[in-house]
């Protein structure tokens, strides 16, 4: 069983959907990064939180580290937000990767 | 990504070949990480390197050999090239507590 795990694995949407992706862990972390891949492209993070929610643009992180569970989300969908969206525990020295959520937005 | 150099981009080995991946990070961060990205599998850590000197196995570790050459620079090392390495390869780096992340834009690797 990953240590890190995210739902779903792959996620459809027309643009304008409210999206939602989630990531649960079962070891205790300090904080968490969310992460996007772009086809062909490098991985930047989005966020890195370790309580409560932060906001950019149209992007939203939650975390509650008591119940081990984050989620992120995209108001107003656009078709450029098609990627890969990867959680990231933070432990003590290292990162541990959810496996990702492949997001397609259709117009 | 700023601050991650990753080199080659692209490469194909025949199998039993040599390389090393070349990683370089100017962020001044203690740990920098080797991770491999296939199909329905995620990132998967090779290997990581908290601190200068000193490097540990990841979850995949088999086949490959790192050296933290000093601060900057964390090299993975394939000694005999496989099929089954074939694969996308990031080289990532991460501040004290891993409040910041950055990663290379990743190798395409084929063994063929």
């Known amino acids: 069983k990953n240590e890190v795990e995210q739902s779903p694995q792959n996620l459809t949407a027309q643009e304008g959907e409210f999206i939602t992706i989630n990531c649960s862990y079962s070891v205790g972390i300090s904080a968490l990064h969310w992460l996007q891949q772009h086809p062909g492209g490098g991985i930047v993070s989005l966020f890195m939180l370790s309580s409560g929610k932060k906001k950019h643009g149209r992007l939203i992180a939650t975390i509650n580290i008591q119940e081990k569970h984050s989620s992120l989300h995209i108001t107003a969908s656009h078709p450029r937000d098609s990627a890969v969206y990867i959680c990231?525990?933070?432990?003590?020295?290292?990162?541990?990767f959810g496996t990702g959520t492949r997001l397609q937005v259709f117009p | 990504n700023a601050g991650v150099t990753q080199t080659p981009k692209f490469q194909v080995l025949k199998t039993g070949q040599s390389m090393t991946l070349q990683c370089a990070q100017d962020m001044n961060h203690n740990s920098m990480y080797w991770y491999r990205q296939d199909p329905g599998m995620g990132l998967r850590l090779i290997y990581y390197s908290a601190s200068e000197g000193t490097t540990d196995k990841g979850e995949v570790p088999n086949g490959y050999n790192v050296s933290r050459l000093n601060k900057r620079e964390f090299s993975l090392r394939l000694e005999s090239a496989a099929p089954s390495q074939t694969s996308v390869y990031f080289c990532?780096?991460?501040?004290?507590?891993?409040?910041?992340?950055?990663f290379g834009q990743g190798t395409r690797l084929t063994v063929v």
């Open positions: 990231a525990a933070i432990l003590t020295d290292k990162l541990i």
């Open positions: 990532a780096s991460s501040s004290q507590a891993g409040t910041e992340a950055f």
